[in-house]
Structures are given as structure tokens and as C-alpha cells.
């Protein structure tokens, strides 16, 4: 079992930035897919970035890309979401999420394939 927490989150005006951490522990794989997905209120879960750690490749959802960037420091079992250029659309609650390498085959957005998940942290922009 993996456990997740993230942290980061808050209120930025447009324009700003905000970069998210996530922890994980417990059974980590050697390699697997991290993963930042979101919700905005009365939305549907949407995909923002994924990254296989064994690889480094990551794929963005068209909303983000050129702005969010994920990366990972893997000595720390972290990885991160720097968001940069933010717009009000991006505001909703953020979740970081680990897979096994097949979750982001593709560079897949999809949610299905992750069983671990962050508690979520609130992005609002204005």
C-alpha cells in the first residue's frame, strides 16, 4: 500500500505561480507512473500531468502544457507539479496519484488505472 499526501496548494491571483509537492510511502515501486489530476466544483476529474519514474517522460493534459511542469526528486519519493501562469480556470482541488508503469503507457491521462491517492489540496485562482 502506498500513501500520499500532498501539499502546496493555496490562493494565487492570475499570472502567479504555485508548485505542489507530493510524498509518497510505503510499498513504492522501483518504477511507476505519478500522476496530478484535478476537480473543479460540478466538473469531472481531469488528467493535468503524469510521469514515469523509470522513464522521466511525461505527457500534460492541452490546458497546461507550456505551463505546468511535473518532475520528481526520486532520492525523496516526491514529486512535484510547478504551475506557472496560472488562469482562474485552473482553480480546483488537486490530487497527486501512483500507479504501476501501465497506468500512464502512452503518456495516458486517464484516471482508472491509479488504486493510491493524495487527500487532495485546493488551488484557487483569481
Known amino acids: 500500500d502506498v500513501q500520499l499526501v500532498e501539499s502546496g496548494g493555496g490562493s494565487v491571483q492570475a499570472g502567479g505561480s504555485l508548485r505542489l509537492s507530493c510524498a509518497a510511502s510505503?510499498?513504492?515501486?522501483?518504477?511507476?507512473?505519478m500522476a496530478w489530476f484535478r476537480q473543479a466544483p460540478g466538473k469531472e476529474r481531469e488528467g493535468v500531468a503524469v510521469?514515469?519514474?523509470?522513464?522521466?517522460?511525461?505527457s500534460y493534459a492541452d490546458s497546461v502544457s507550456g505551463r505546468f511542469t511535473i518532475s520528481q526528486d526520486s532520492a525523496l519519493n516526491t514529486w512535484y507539479l510547478q504551475m506557472n501562469s496560472l488562469k482562474p480556470e485552473d482553480t480546483a482541488m488537486y490530487y497527486c496519484?501512483?500507479?504501476?508503469?501501465?497506468?500512464?503507457?502512452?503518456?495516458?491521462?486517464?484516471?482508472?488505472?491509479?488504486?493510491?491517492w493524495g487527500q487532495g489540496t485546493q488551488v484557487t485562482v483569481s
Open positions: 510521469l514515469n519514474s523509470g522513464s522521466d517522460r511525461t
Open positions: 510505503g510499498d513504492i515501486l522501483s518504477r511507476y507512473c
Open positions: 496519484a501512483a500507479g504501476r508503469p501501465g497506468a500512464c503507457a502512452g503518456g495516458s491521462l486517464e484516471s482508472g488505472p491509479y488504486k493510491s
